[in-house]
């Protein structure tokens, strides 16, 4: 008999390979509650209903929702569950529905600025820099949030690290709940948050950008900025009556002069009435959407006659026209063209106009020192082109020049475009559309004007007392690839009141940008600009340029080599020196062949050099933290926006990148997708309204079951007028229908017992309809977010604690990772533990880690917040149960918060007795989750056996031992926690927030 071939370790591994979602799906489907028909059903219902009950509260939208079962065959149904909500933006749609386990269903914490900090946006083609509370309030009187059309802002992509314009999806508005924190980087570049909302930092562990929310920063920590935003836009020209309104020129006599035919075509339709005044006259009146004016016939015929109209005419038609606006002062006619060419000299004479220019109704002014006589000859000339009046006046014994310009259009556009005094200095919109040169040309007469150069310096620097001007300088400078940096000082000079000066520079390099200005040859790169060695030392790695050239060296070797081939790469002949230093820094390693071979350390650090060069290569500047202040008072509200495409944007002073999270539909919609398709092969059909006023998109999408990516099998617009926002689901699948107390019809009629404020409308498979009105239009309060509290995690998640912190002492992280524990808390917890209270938490080890976990659950720390739970509420409760069950009587009581283990929690009870509640049968028990209905484990619940420990003979029920008691009588119990302890995985994925 031949002897048994013994398996190997080496044998076994051959044999083991990685499975697909579909086989991980198939194997552990009971995990997501799909073991057979019949559940499946219920599942895929409940986490529909869930994720629309979800969306709808994020959105404060009060929910209707509609679950209609069709049945094709005895054991297939086609589920179609459709909401309210706010839907769900184009982008996201296929990851969300077709990408198993992407996302997680949790209620958004509101992440957001303060309404004063700016924000770049392009809207129509326009760039514009306002604060973000100016433009969510023309959407937004109350708080809320409201989706948003042709407006996008600069946002980074997270597989390339490069930023461009992205789609805004919601605009946001809420009252402010957290602390406010004003943090200052590098460069004066600075912005207001709140403390849970995100910035953006690097890991250092793995290199890779992570988001940490704003009370997590600490002095010297780096945050990350946008190198560059890159503007495609090239604006040619300027159409004047684009920033002249109706009603500024109703009180203007300004006169269009144009072609007779664009004059007779304007009044081609127009409606010819006759008006009684002192006598019957005739009037051709046009039309403007609903508003509608009259022209005296005598002033028709004298536009058509000369070729002119009213400017304001004009505007109230909304026509596009070329010509000249004519303007009168004194007697004297002034004429300048509608549309102006984009030049050069424009730019430059803006440029100078912000930096010292100067206005009243009807001229603009510049003053020049007598020596500025190029800079008097660019105004002059660029005036002339454009058909502008001015004079010259010496002014000698002021040593100066003033140049003025005539016009009141030319007076009124350059205050609005430039700004008028000197603390109110801003950017012309359209200067940032312009084409690179002409924005170059811009900043440097703004330079020339207002800026200087200290001699022998490679500085470049812009003085003003405009804050604005400041801030949009900057932007504007980023867009051209250069990072600006501010510093303002507080001058009182010879006033009363003390004034800000913002001074705005650039350095280096970076001054060869200019078309004026030039650096020295010695000039240095700006210090944003980092080499891969200084990014390492910034983000903690000590790698000199030495080594960096070993590992680049190393890095074209193949797995194994010899000497001769180290020789070669390394282009030496003495080998054995360059081996032996390669050998002491651990960088390469002798087999006992003879072969050298890369050591596992000096593959890691080729690794992470990737990934700096990576940064390097990005579109990212890093800046260390300089000042972090809190603020406590003031902002009511609190501002932000969705950019669906990587949830982030640019804001700030100087331009910081952001971040912002809004929760997702659904870890267990996927999963229903994934049943569906896997038991009929049948793609979900995905509906969704994120506008009222546009048309709804319409996916048919399967799950790639190998690489767990969407495949989008059909996509298009189409018209959903029933709905002004929403979702609608359509799943087919293998299932079985069945009433009972654990059906679809049971679970429906109990999730709208615990959501009163929930319209629910079902179609069973057998035709029937059930409608449960809501109760209360009163939407659940939204759970506050918290901390984790000591009491209430593991050693596990405490070790991933240490480990991932951003703190930089042990001390700082108990109080800045957990809540409740003050600075004399952490001391004491460190002194039981007996470790340094600075010492550095990633490198506490696993049994420092033990103790300290001891010490933590060892010492008397305050109960969490409670309000990061939401109760249903006695009214609440006994409206549910008057809606959905008949009885006589009908009571409820919610206890008040209590902690097990760190976790606050809230048991809530109902009672509904007599009427036409069977007096016969055993006592109904609904019990609830976090308000959803749990249908199975009744006897495993320890609800139930609370409600069988109770003597219920006391209150006149029937009662055998160890049983429910016997009566007309249902019973909620309703348990509302941030952790609900169970045996049951249902459960538990039942109750996340």
Not at 424 to 439: G, L
Not at 542 to 563: A, D, G
Not at 840 to 868: F, G, H, V, W
Request: proline share 4%; hydrophobic share 35%; charged share 25%.
């Amino acid at each position: 008999m031949p002897a048994e071939k013994t398996v190997t370790a080496e044998d076994l591994a051959k044999g083991q390979r990685e499975i697909s979602i579909s086989e991980f799906f198939v194997k552990n489907k009971h995990l997501l509650g799909f073991d057979n028909p019949r559940k499946a059903l219920l599942t895929t219902i409940k986490e529909a209903c869930d994720n629309s009950l979800d969306a709808c509260e994020e959105a404060r939208i009060v929910p209707e929702i509609k679950v209609e079962i069709k049945p094709i065959s005895e054991d297939r149904f086609i589920v179609i569950v459709e909401d309210n909500g706010p839907g769900i933006v184009k982008e996201q749609i296929p990851r969300i529905f077709a990408k198993l386990l992407y996302g997680s269903k949790f209620h958004r914490f509101k992440q957001s600025v303060t309404g004063d900090e700016p924000i770049i946006l392009r809207r129509n083609g326009k760039i514009q820099i306002v604060p973000i509370e100016r433009l969510i309030n023309k959407y937004l009187k109350e708080e809320g949030e409201t989706a948003s059309e042709n407006m996008q802002v600069p946002c980074f992509n997270w597989k390339t690290y490069k930023y461009s314009f992205q789609p805004i999806s919601h605009l946001i508005k809420h009252k402010r709940e957290n602390e406010i924190y004003e943090i200052t980087a590098a460069y004066g570049k600075a912005i207001k948050v709140t403390g849970c909302h995100s910035l953006f930092t690097i890991d250092k562990k793995t290199l890779k950008i992570k988001e940490a929310e704003a009370r997590n920063f600490t002095i010297g920590d780096v945050i990350l900025a946008p190198k560059k935003i890159e503007i495609k836009e090239e604006t040619e020209e300027i159409n004047l009556l684009d920033y002249i309104t109706e009603t500024k020129v109703k009180k203007q006599y300004w006169y269009l002069y144009t072609k007779k035919e664009t004059i007779k075509k304007i009044f081609e339709n127009a409606k010819i009435i006759h008006k009684k005044t002192d006598k019957p006259r005739k009037y051709c009146q046009l039309t403007s959407g609903k508003r509608k004016v009259d022209i005296r016939d005598d002033s028709y015929k004298q536009y058509i006659t000369k070729g002119f109209i009213p400017v304001w005419l004009a505007k109230f038609l909304g026509v596009e026209i070329r010509g000249e606006i004519r303007t009168y002062y004194h007697g004297k006619e002034h004429n300048i063209a509608t549309h102006w060419p984009m030049t050069e000299g424009l730019a430059r004479m803006l440029g100078l106009f912000v930096a010292e220019g100067h206005s009243d109704k009807r001229q603009i002014g510049f003053t020049f020192s007598r020596e500025e006589r190029e800079l008097i000859q660019i105004v002059c000339e660029t005036a002339y082109t454009l058909g502008i009046g001015y004079t010259i006046e010496e002014r000698p014994e002021k040593n100066s020049t003033r140049v003025k310009l005539f016009g009141g259009v030319i007076s009124h556009l350059f205050r609005l475009w430039c700004g008028h005094s000197a603390k109110n200095k801003k950017i012309p919109e359209f200067i940032f559309t312009a084409r690179e040169n002409i924005r170059q040309e811009f900043l440097d007469y703004l330079y020339i004007g207002d800026g200087h150069k200290p001699p022998e310096k490679n500085i470049l620097v812009l003085s003003t007392t405009s804050q604005r001007l400041a801030n949009e300088t900057c932007y504007l400078w980023l867009s051209l690839g250069i990072t600006a940096g501010v510093s303002k000082s507080l001058n009182k000079g010879y006033r009363k009141t003390a004034s800000m000066i913002y001074a705005v520079r650039i350095g280096g390099k970076s001054l060869d940008k200019s078309n004026y200005y030039q650096a020295k040859e010695n000039a240095k790169k700006a210090m944003y600009e980092h080499s891969i060695t200084s990014l390492a030392e910034l983000l903690g790695k000590k790698i000199t340029y030495e080594m960096v050239q070993y590992y680049s060296t190393l890095n074209t070797l193949t797995q194994e080599t010899t000497r001769t081939k180290l020789a070669k790469a390394f282009s030496t002949d003495k080998i054995g020196y360059k081996i032996r230093i390669l050998e002491e820094k651990n960088l390469i390693q002798k087999s006992k062949k003879g072969v050298y071979s890369i050591t596992k350390h000096a593959k890691n650090t080729i690794q992470e050099l990737k990934e700096i060069e990576r940064l390097l290569n990005s579109d990212f500047i890093f800046l260390k933290i300089r000042k972090i202040k809190k603020i406590k008072e003031g902002h009511e509200y609190v501002y932000d926006i969705s950019v669906p495409e990587g949830e982030n944007f640019v804001a700030g002073f100087g331009g910081l990148a952001c971040h912002n999270s809004r929760g997702q539909q659904g870890i267990g919609v996927s999963a229903s997708c994934m049943y569906g398709q896997l038991t009929t092969g049948k793609p979900a059909k995905i509906t969704s309204k994120t506008n009222p006023k546009k048309l709804a998109h319409y996916f048919e999408l399967i799950i790639d079951t190998k690489t767990n990516e969407p495949k989008i099998v059909q996509e298009h617009d189409l018209d959903w007028p029933e709905k002004k926002t929403g979702i609608k689901v359509e799943i087919e699948l293998i299932a079985k229908y069945q009433k009972g107390n654990q059906s679809v019809d049971q679970y429906l009629k109990q999730t709208a017992i615990v959501n009163p404020h929930l319209s629910l409308t079902y179609i069973n498979p057998e035709g029937e309809k059930a409608e449960f009105p809501r109760a209360t239009n009163e939407l659940p309060k939204e759970p506050k977010e918290i901390k984790p509290h000591p009491h209430g995690i593991e050693l596990g998640i405490l070790i991933k604690m240490l480990h991932d912190t951003e703190a930089k002492t042990l001390q700082s992280f108990l109080q800045n990772d957990f809540c409740r524990i003050s600075s004399k808390v952490a001391k004491e917890v460190c002194e039981k533990s007996s470790l340094d209270c600075g010492a550095r938490p990633e490198r506490i080890a696993m049994q420092e880690a033990e103790i300290l976990y001891k010490s933590l659950n060892a010492t008397k720390i305050i109960s969490p917040p409670t309000d990061c739970v939401t109760p249903i509420g006695e009214e609440l409760i006994i409206k549910g149960l008057k809606k959905e069950v008949e009885a006589e009587f009908y009571t409820a009581v919610s206890r008040p918060p209590s902690v097990y283990r760190g976790n606050p929690f809230v048991v809530e009870a109902g009672l509904a007795f007599g009427g036409s509640i069977p007096g016969d049968d055993l006592a109904k028990i609904y019990r609830f989750a976090n308000r959803v209905p749990l249908l199975y484990q009744l006897s495993a619940c320890a609800t139930t056996k609370a409600v069988v420990s109770t003597t219920w003979r006391n209150y006149g029920l029937s009662q055998s031992k160890g049983a429910l008691p016997a009566g007309p009588v249902v019973i909620l119990i309703h348990i509302a926690s941030v952790w609900v302890p169970s045996r049951s995985c249902i459960l538990i994925k039942c109750t996340i927030w």
